[in-house]
């Protein structure tokens, strides 16, 4: 039997998909306590999708479309499928980036050999070349203005064309202008991408170890997490980017083998939180892509592994909700069964509760004042606390203390338990002083400051 606080916690956990229809891809609302299963299940193996898979695509009915590089195809994988239903193979060679459209058009990278996006139309067997490009796409995207985007991490450059103008095949640079920088303009190996409702570009700017915001029309990006950004969560060469329903980001960080996810109450880790390379079901190694079911289960890319890898779903009731005193009116919308009962005692209060068989069915009783506190457990890893422990408890993500562009690395023989590597001219346990000669103001009035050397004179007695 399910108790009325049980009831409500599972509302306020698992408030999943509330999806528009104009939209191919999944994109589901959580609540802010919605936790994934820490052990994945491998949908799709080795044998079929050879080394390193790359690209990732999810349509609304659940179909996985997956880029095999190395046996240079694109496979489409139905939901719960023990093999690819269908393979798309003609005249790729390595491809990468992949999205699906609402209507199952196919949208494919062919740019590392053969410098071109295509089109796989659906039921068809043949290919048309979309756009020309310089190099491969890491990722595709296709906004709701039917604007399709390539994010070409050799040349740091995020590049876009308009679907509708079939005569023309070329794109136009929207982010980063091909060199390799860590200024606002600038990209370094950006890969993937994500554009909102509103047009606004998200980019895993991976060389920089920072996600991107780039609004409509902007060629100055604003950095949301990573370096750069006044939010102390340290990334190490993310390589996607999605967005929730609520515009929360989740990310693949790929340097870290794990996966975070933003909330009301800031980034915390969902996926690989040991951050150990390996090929167990809670680890993950080199993961790339990353993509939403329709039921709000998690699949990414390991790519080091080979493999495509779903983490579940799951409602977590601990800490999320405290009881009431006083008199009121429900309404819940819930999953329960005709079976489903509710306990009361002593407070009055009036629920109306509606099932899922759709008949509405209105209750009374007496409630219990109850206040309910979490006493959470140690956590078996040290290098995580938190509810779930899923929280660094690296001094080095949570503090960010290492100043001047200084590299911090966790110490535990020294008492802050990390230490600072510093820049040239910068010393102190922080890097905080700095004994560089040429300084930005050393030189008053405008003056430019630089080194002279000059060689001892040898011949003076």
Partial sequence: MLSIVNSICWFNILIVISESLSLPYNQPRFSSC??????????????????????????????????SRKKNNTQIWSEGAGSSTTTFSIDLAAPAGIFVTDTKDVYIDNGLYKNEVIIWPFNQTNRILVMNVSGRCHSLFIDINNTLYCSMGDLHQIVSKLLNDTANTLPTIIAGNGSNGLMANLLSTPCGI???????????????????????????????????SPISFALNSPSDV?????????????????????????????????????????TLNAP????????????????????IQKFVLRNNSVACIEST???????LSTNLDEDTTILTTTLEYIATVEVSIEVSTTVSGFITKSNYYFAPENCINFNYIGVSCNQTSNPCDMLRPCQNSGTCYSNISTFDRYSCLCANGFSGSNCQYDYRLCKSNKCWNNGEYFLVFTKPNLNTH
Avoid at 204 to 222: E, K
Avoid at 291 to 299: C, K, R, W
Wanted: hydrophobic content about 35%; charged content about 15%.
């Fill in 34 to 67: 919605a936790i994934w299963d820490i052990n994945a299940t491998t949908v799709i193996g080795s044998s079929p999708l050879g080394s390193s898979p790359y690209g990732l695509s999810i349509n609304k009915n659940n179909n996985l479309y997956v880029t």
């Fill in 194 to 228: 994500f554009v909102d409702t509103n047009f606004d570009l998200y980019v895993a700017d991976s060389g920089n170890h920072r996600i991107q915001l780039f609004h409509f029309g902007q060629s100055n990006g604003t950095t949301v997490v990573g370096d750069g």
């Fill in 242 to 282: 999605i967005l929730d329903a609520d515009g929360y980001l989740f990310i693949v960080d790929q340097g870290k083998n794990r996966i975070i996810g933003s909330g009301p109450y800031g980034y915390r880790c969902i996926a690989g939180c040991s951050e150990l390379k390996n090929a167990t079901a809670d």
């Fill in 288 to 307: 790339f892509g990353i993509a939403f079911d329709s039921y709000g289960n998690l699949f990414f890319v390991d790519t080091g592994n080979s493999r």
């Fill in 325 to 331: 005193t006083e008199k009121t009116s429900m309404l």
